[in-house]
């Protein structure tokens, strides 16, 4: 499969994608824009169409684009905080019942969250 980069930037209601030796199209939403992207390098070279996979790079106003990172970089480092987290409940639930002997339901209340989190821990 050859991969095409198509590079997508907004022009008013449309998206005006460019693909770089082949020409431009336009779409009125990025799926849209991406297929037309494929059609139109299908029909400039010939390729079969189950041959390519287009790239979309949305192109954006500079601030706006360090603005989406910025975004993305914070969910990416909350998914890790949330790893971090639940591997740390983990390890106190078994602790808890393991080392200390509490229940279950004892478990639950002095990690405040319900008996059957606490289960779903333990079985983790």
């Known amino acids: 499969m050859t991969m095409v980069v ?3 930037t907004r022009e008013g209601r449309w998206w005006v994608v460019e693909i770089e030796g082949v020409g431009v199209t336009q779409g009125r939403n990025l799926a849209e824009a991406r297929s037309m992207a494929a059609d139109l390098v299908v029909v400039m070279t010939g390729a079969a169409e189950d041959a390519i996979e287009i790239e979309l790079e949305v192109e954006l106003e500079p601030e706006l684009a360090r603005e989406i990172a910025a975004a993305k970089a914070a969910v990416a480092d909350l998914a890790v905080r949330q790893q971090e987290a639940a591997a740390a ?3 106190a639930a078994r602790d808890l019942v393991e080392q200390v002997g509490v229940s279950g339901r004892d478990a639950a209340v002095i990690l405040g969250v ?11």
């Open 114 to 124: 319900s008996a059957q989190r606490v289960s779903q821990l333990l079985a983790g």
């Open 89 to 91: 409940s983990r390890q």
């Open 6 to 8: 198509a590079t997508a």
